[in-house]
Structure formats: structure tokens, C-alpha cells
């Protein structure tokens, strides 16, 4: 055989049929709790300014730095596939006067994401996010509430082992001198950086602190934390932040070194992990925080605002992995519907269009046409009864009724079918529901 031509580009993959219903489940989840939680939904689209993302994450982190999809229009626009959802749920709730709104504006979203980053197991470069943005609102309870509905996402999901780790890395008033005392201590072991953080002692020093070498652990090991340098209202509203958890009872834990890579994160940063066998790339389900910064980084007033984001294929490897429960796969059919000949070929498939508006799950093989497969495929998937579709019958409009189990056939006429069919299906299912009771 000739190698494949055509692959999916690097970093890219296909979400395949068998995924799908991963997909779906975790989808549900995020929207159950969004409707809950009364977030409504929101989509941007995948192509947006780069400034909206330039602006806001800031030049100097990895995702604007090295990772961002950018492209000249053919109208000479500056454009990126977008990175991330909250720069862009931020644009539009500028662009459409949403703080005419009562506050907070409660937004979810969910789509593929594009980044330009090395592949490994949970890195893609095509990528599904879901985020739940609560924007217009300074009270601390909202970061609960975003911390609250992120954790059920993945309890609801089933996930057991998860630690919600917080921190907070203070605003435009604190940041400033922790940034210049934090310089001053890594500057000091420069040599004992990796190469990439030497480069970002200049620009992104807070970014030093997230590097996962084992050089910069160490360094960090040492460093000075953010929680020490809060001034009064970020250290105030990090301690409400923490009352609300305990309230919550969620499972949390203070990692003062956690920072988050993007520029627009104020007061509240956290991340969810999965505490089980995986190494660090695997690691973190879903991350957010407060971004009070970020309308006025995109040409708007002071907006308050509380967010998170969630990767889909990282939580859906693990769930494949751990073999996860997904929930009943669609009903299966105890129908099958068997044809033989041209004639009956043809009215078969309105027959299976008259099943599926009535809502009765068939199965069928118009693609065979030998009766004897067919009946193997129908004994394969355990149908009950086999409505057999012949030329006979599709001259004299019948249709013989097989039962599996017995053997027993029988004649229906062709516009009696459906309707004795689910008569049928509904006296199998009364007939399950009467066992059980008499069991119990
Ligand atoms: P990391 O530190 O793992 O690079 P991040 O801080 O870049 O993560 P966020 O921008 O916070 O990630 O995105 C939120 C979530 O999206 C992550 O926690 C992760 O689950 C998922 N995610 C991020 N980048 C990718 C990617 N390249 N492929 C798949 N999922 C991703
Ligand atoms: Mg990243």
C-alpha cells in the first residue's frame, strides 16, 4: 500500500465518532451547571483582531509570545486564531454596552482554540475550551461561585482526586513593588535559571515562578511570596475569598507560587488539578481567576470580573484513561430492519424514516443484500423482533414480523407496522417495569 498522502497537521487531531460521546457528557455537564448557575451562552468567533489578545495577555507571555496563530487579511487586518476565550467574551461585552445590563453579566462558552505549542499527551494545537465568565462584579462571593462551579464540572464528571490550589497575586497597587523585590531575588541567582526564564527576568519575572524545569523549582523553593506583599483590599478580599471556600467546603490548598501566565489576572488566581498518576503537562483541568484589569486593557471602563477556562480533550484523556463512566449509550434498538430485493430496498428506507419520526430506535443494513447476514447482524446486536421487508411482501405491501426468541412469525400490513411495533415496545417495557416491581 502507497503511504497516506493527506494527515492532519501537526498538533491537530480528529475528534473521532467513538469520542464523541466523551464529548457530550462532558459538554452536558458544563451546561447543566451553566443554566444552574444562570450563565447564559455565549459564542465569539474563532478569528478575532491579534490586538484583542496582544493587548490584554500581554506580549511577553507564551501565548501571545510564541504560540498565537497570526495572519494578514486579504483586507490588510491584523488577525489571529483565537488563543483563549475571556479577552474575546470581554470584547464583546464591551462592544455591546453590556454594562447597561444589570451586573454581573453571566457568560459561559465553549468551541475549539488554537495554539501554537510543542504537541505531548493533553497539548494540541487545535484545542476545545469551555469558560464561565462573570463580569460587572467586585464581591469575592463571585469567585467562590466561579471556584464552586468549575469544581463541579469535574465532580459531576466523576473525577475523585481533584484539589482546587488558589492564590492571589495582588493588583495594579501591590504588584508593582512584588515585582521589583521578586526581580531583585531572582536576579541574584540568575545563573541558576534555565535559559528561558533568564530571558524572562526583563519582561514576565512572575512567569519564573510558573516554570516547570527543576532549575526554577529550585530558585522558586526560596522566592518571595505574593500573599506577603498584598496591599490592604487584595489581601481583604483574598481573605473572603478563603471564607467563602471553607463555607463551600471545597477541597483547597494555598500555593503561593501559583501565577498564572496572562498579564490581565488580578487578586484571585487558581487552578484545578488532578491529583492521580499524571505528570505535570496532564496536570491542570481547568484555571481562572480575577481579571479587574482587563476591560480597561481593551479601551473600556474599570470592569470588575471573575472567570475560568477548561480544557475538554485534558479531562476527557483522563476519563478515557480511568475508563470513566459516560452514562447509557443511546437506546439500542430491538428493531431490525431486514430487505430483500430492489423494490423493497427502496420502501424500507421510508419505513425507517416513518420509525424515526415516530421515535422508535431501528437498526438496519440496507447495505447488505443477503437475508442470511442480515439476520446474523440483527442475532449479533440481540434484537428482539425482525421486521423482514421481501419481495413478496413488498409487492403485496406487508411485512413479516420475525420474534428472535421464539421463532415465531407473523404478517402486519405496511401501514400498521409502526404503530403495532411501538404496542409492542411499550408491553415489553411495562412488562420490565412489572418484574422489578414484584422483585422489590
Ligand atoms: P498549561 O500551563 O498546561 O500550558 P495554560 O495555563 O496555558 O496551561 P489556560 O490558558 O489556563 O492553560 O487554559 C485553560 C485550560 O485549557 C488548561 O488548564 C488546560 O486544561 C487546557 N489547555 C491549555 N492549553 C492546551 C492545549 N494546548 N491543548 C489542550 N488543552 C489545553
Ligand atoms: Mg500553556
Known sequence: MSKIKFQTLTGMHDVLPEDQIYFKRIQKSIEGIANYYTFQKIETPIVEMADVFTKSIGEETDIVGKEMYVFKTKGGDNACLRPEGTAPVMRSYLEHGMHNLPQPVKLWYE??????ERPQAGRYRQF????FEAIGEKNPSIDGQIIQMSYDVLKELGFKNIKIQVNSIGDSECRPYFRKILTSYLRSRKSSLCADCQKRLKDNPLRILDCKEEKCQQVKAGAPQTIDHLCESCHSHFKQVLEFLDELELPYELNPYLVRGLDYYTKTVFEIVD????????????GGGRYDGLARMLGGRDTPACGAAGGIERIM????????KVGSKQE????FLAQLGQLAKRKSLKLFEEFR??????????TKDSLKSQMRSADKMGAKWVLIFGQKEALEEFITL????????????LDKVVEEMKEKLKQLKDGKKDKKLSKS
Open 317 to 324: 484523556g483522563l476519563m478515557k484513561e480511568r475508563e470513566m
Open 111 to 116: 468551541g475549539p482554540f488554537f495554539r501554537y
Open 275 to 286: 491529583m492521580s498518576d499524571f505528570g505535570q503537562s496532564q496536570g491542570t483541568l481547568i
Open 402 to 413: 420475525r420474534d428472535m426468541e421464539s421463532g415465531e412469525q407473523k404478517e402486519i400490513k
Open 357 to 366: 419520526s415516530a421515535k422508535i430506535p431501528v437498526a438496519e443494513s440496507f
Open 128 to 131: 476545545h475550551q469551555f469558560g
Open 332 to 335: 439500542e434498538p430491538q428493531i
